[in-house]
């Protein structure tokens, strides 16, 4: 191979390229830099950097047709890899904000903190853009370990190193358990392309009931993995210890890119069943699977969420019901759930970071993060208090918000299935996909209750002695970086047409 | 319940180094590591549980990829290349876990994880 034919192979991973180049350059930095100018130092780097593989990702994204040219066509270019390239680098853009925010990791070496994040982004990008198993799990692996140190990143709290014993466990064991899932895979179907892989998958059930079977268990141990990454139930166990234990930059960063990847690689393993004409593949009830657990995991995530007196721990079991919200785009084999899907998860990332922004202010101000610290919070701090409650009413699902514009996308999905059910003559398919669409507003009403309750303490209880709270410019700045999209983005036609922008 | 595991040693004994047999210690190999994450309490012990699991996966692409034909049916080296990349993963993997129970003994000095609970559930 010369050196033309490994530029050429570079071309459609910049972002990629961009991000590796970065992990060494902030490392050295860091030993340059004073202990107090760290943090300054390898943020501000690291955000510039993560701003550049931005661009790249929308300049390069990589066409389709290039993929024999990218590491042995184990690279792919289509939609949900472009797309999802551009969500996690604004997530970790976003991320490198909240370090410099942060007061929790004041102390420690920042260099490493960067580090670990652009690793972890670096694995998830390769892992939504994978077409073959192999760069699928480095990619999957390179993100968890990366995260379980993270968890752990305050290693003289208790609380921390819990919560990074923890993920480790319950991510090892995840993650071995998908690896063995895979290897059957592999086993049955003897390709490790995951596009080749899927529709063999998806097909085995036209062999008979053994193979079936054979097809349900793969699907189930593969689930393991990923529904570990997603938060979904019943792999959600780790989920409020870990958002709880870890320092609140890193929560952000669990609850958006961590999820977001484990979406990327959901859609990444399904993706033949979204595809435009696969009437054979619905057969094998997809549909019925995502949709029990979509209902499960909503509705485990809203009622735990009711009695958290911890706000990082609420905001966990309400990322495990957004995780059911957006499953219930998977009960839907077209072209749209696709779109649903995506515009839920941008909306996502904005409303959550938003809150969780004003989450890390409080306690850089308060020194902690349960409810009754917040009381009476609102009248010292007006304007994060309005960031908050704008995204609050988001996640919960209320106009004029772009929370309601996801929900509405998603919700009218799984209807109009219902419909097309119906006229098709499937009555029970039909009653199922209602039942979906009432449920999830159900829950959504559920929501309103607890996020409710954190605007309730913070505005009308009466706080017990001086709060030391306020706000600055660069409070203020950050919570409308996020808290104005959450509320622009009701007019979704932008994001839309950047969806269909990464389809070309 | 008999009747399967005599299904199976006749199985074996008709073919004791076919397929099968590997399948069926990859797939021992696979609970006896789900086993021991579930019932140790030692965080040592669980972690040991993981290996094992990763072993079974490692074991089960080996044995397909040479089932399927080995080398004269794929060049680009499917399996082992998956074994070998798994290998890595789960030193690394181990190196991470190692670090996060070391961390954890300087800060509870135990790795027993019944004694490790602050938080509510």
Redesign the interface.
Same mark, same amino acid.
């Given at each position: 191979m010369t050196f033309s034919e490994i530029l050429v192979q570079l071309r459609g991973v910049y972002p990629e390229l961009v991000l590796s180049i970065l992990i060494c350059a902030v490392i050295g930095l860091d030993m340059l830099v004073p202990l107090r100018l760290s943090r300054v130092a390898c943020g501000l780097l690291s955000l510039a950097g993560t701003s550049l593989a931005l661009l790249f990702a929308f300049v390069e994204p990589g066409r389709p047709g290039m993929e024999a040219l990218t590491f042995g066509a184990a690279v792919t270019h289509d939609r949900i890899a472009a797309f999802f390239r551009i969500l996690l680098l604004l997530g970790a853009s976003a991320s490198f904000l909240f370090l410099l925010r942060s007061d929790e990791t004041v102390g420690y070496r920042q260099g490493e903190y960067c580090a670990l994040i652009l690793g972890a982004v670096l694995g998830a990008c390769f892992l939504v853009s994978s077409d073959n198993l192999v760069l699928f799990v480095v990619g999957l692996e390179t993100l968890s370990l990366c995260s379980y140190v993270l968890a752990g990143f305050l290693k003289h709290e208790r609380l921390s190193a819990e919560a990074s014993l923890k993920y480790v466990i319950y991510g090892g064991v995840a993650s071995g358990v998908m690896l063995f899932g895979l290897s059957y895979f592999y086993g049955l179907t003897g390709t490790l392309s995951i596009e080749a892989c899927a529709r063999a998958l998806l097909a085995l059930d036209a062999g008979g009931p053994s193979m079936r079977l054979a097809a349900a268990m793969i699907l189930l141990l593969i689930l393991a993995g990923v529904g570990f990454k997603i938060a979904m139930v019943p792999f959600h166990f780790w989920c409020p210890d870990i958002y709880q234990g870890a320092p609140t930059p890193v929560t952000a960063f669990l609850a958006v890119v961590s999820k977001g990847a484990g979406f990327g690689a959901l859609l990444r393993l399904l993706s033949p069943f979204f595809a435009a004409s696969t009437p054979a593949l619905t057969t094998f009830d997809v549909p019925v699977l995502f949709g029990c657990l979509a209902v499960v995991t909503m509705t485990f995530g809203n009622l735990v969420a009711i009695r958290q007196g911890d706000v990082k721990r609420l905001l966990a079991y309400s990322s495990i019901a957004h995780a059911g919200y957006l499953l219930l785009g998977f009960t839907v084999a077209a072209p749209v759930a696709l779109e649903a899907i995506l515009f839920y998860l941008f909306v996502y990332l904005f409303m959550t970071f938003g809150a969780f922004w004003v989450v890390v202010v409080l306690v850089n101000r308060l020194g902690s993060s349960s409810i009754d610290a917040f009381r009476g919070t609102a009248a010292k701090a007006p304007f994060l208090f309005a960031a908050l409650f704008v995204c609050l009413i988001s996640l919960t699902g209320i106009p004029p918000t772009a929370g309601f514009a996801g929900k509405f996308m998603l919700f009218k999905l799984v209807v109009g299935a219902g419909i097309d059910q119906m006229a098709a003559g499937a009555r029970p398919l039909a009653a199922f996909y209602f039942f979906l669409a009432l449920a999830g507003v159900l829950n959504s009403a559920i929501s309103l209750y607890y996020y409710m309750r954190i605007a309730r303490a913070m505005v009308f209880d009466k706080s017990e002695g001086e709060t030391p709270m306020g706000e600055d410019f660069f409070d203020r700045a950050g919570a409308a970086v996020f808290a104005l999209p959450t509320l622009a983005l009701l007019y979704f036609t932008p994001v839309l047409d950047l969806i269909r922008w990464t389809a070309r | 319940m008999t009747e399967t595991i005599l299904r199976q040693l006749d199985v074996f004994l008709a073919d004791p180094t076919g397929l099968h047999t590997y399948l069926v210690v990859?797939a021992l190999l696979?609970v006896l590591?789900?086993i021991a994450?579930m019932a140790r309490r030692n965080?040592i012990g /669980?972690?040991i549980? /993981?290996e094992l699991?990763?072993n079974?996966?490692?074991l089960?692409?080996m044995?397909?990829?040479h089932f399927?034909g080995g080398q004269a049916t794929?060049s680009t080296l499917?399996?082992p290349?998956?074994g070998i990349?798994?290998i890595v993963?789960a030193a690394?993997?181990a190196a991470?876990?190692l670090?996060?129970?070391l961390?954890?003994y300087?800060?509870?000095g135990t790795v027993e994880?019944d004694s /490790?609970?602050?938080?509510k559930r």
């Open positions: - | 990859s696979f590591g789900l994450c965080a /669980i972690l549980g /993981i699991i990763l079974a996966a490692i089960n692409f044995v397909f990829w399927r794929d499917a399996g290349m998956m990349f798994l993963l690394c993997e991470i876990a670090a996060v129970l961390n954890l300087f800060n509870f994880v /490790i609970r602050r938080m």
